[in-house]
């Protein structure tokens, strides 16, 4: 397993405005099948635990990770940016294009795991992206919050998992899943809550997602 750091840089950014570059964290089995880039929630990073559980799943399935910070610091102290879906699906698009320039990682199928208001960034880039995209998985998602038009352009196989008490979030994620023209699954896992707290419970998703994405990277 190949550990590396790395720096998303930002174009654009004026001087005074913060910091430059996203952080994160590539983890690269050797081989790899595919490659999953993760999209946190509103108020998390990079180093969010849920999200690092399931990568360490998924790298054992041999998947390669991509766990980077979707916000600056300056940003994420600004509670309409941690809720600015375009701006977060901006920042995945960028962390698709630094893969794109390593010839190391361009070959590999690309797929999105997004959590919360991640989740709807993470089907927004999927649909600006199209069959680049190799597959999808919200964890306790809000796809609702996708702009309109774009759920429906979605073309990537899509996982929708939610615990069985976030009643709300069930309801939000069935009535994306009606929008949506893609192939869909949702996974509804029992006695769980929206953070997936209760034991057992990740690891159920981290199953599932290990799952979706083998079965549609190869």
């Known amino acids: 397993m190949k550990i590396v750091p790395i720096e998303i840089e930002l174009a654009g950014r004026a001087p005074g405005r913060g910091d430059r570059s996203l952080p994160g964290t ?3 089995p ?3 099948r595919g490659l999953v880039a993760f999209a946190h929630g509103s108020g998390s990073s990079r180093l969010s635990p849920r999200n690092t559980y399931v990568a360490e799943v998924l ?5 390669a990770t991509l766990l980077f910070d979707l916000l600056t610091p300056d940003e994420d102290r600004d509670r309409a940016a941690r809720f600015d879906i375009a701006l977060l699906t901006s920042r995945l698009l960028l962390a698709a294009a630094w ?3 390593r010839p190391d990682l ?3 199928p690309l797929g999105y795991f997004g959590a919360s208001t991640g ?3 993470a089907l927004e880039a999927a649909a ?3 069959a680049r995209v190799a597959a999808v998985v919200s964890r306790g998602g809000r796809p609702d919050l996708a702009a309109a038009g774009l759920l429906e352009a979605v073309s990537a196989p899509t996982l929708l998992i939610v615990g069985g008490e976030d009643d709300v979030v069930i309801e939000l994620n069935r009535k994306a899943m009606a929008r949506m023209r893609c192939e869909t699954k949702l996974v509804i896992v029992p006695g769980a809550t929206h953070l997936f ?3 057992g419970t990740l690891e159920q998703v981290a199953r599932h997602a290990a799952d979706w994405f083998g079965d549609r990277m190869g």
Request: charged share 30%; proline share 8%.
């Open 26 to 28: 590539l983890s690269l």
């Open 59 to 63: 790298q054992r399935a041999g998947i």
């Open 128 to 130: 600006k992206q199209g």
């Open 197 to 199: 707290e209760e034991p």
């Open 30 to 32: 050797e081989p790899a």
């Open 99 to 101: 893969v794109e320039r």
């Open 106 to 108: 361009r070959a590999l």
């Open 119 to 121: 989740a709807a960034a």
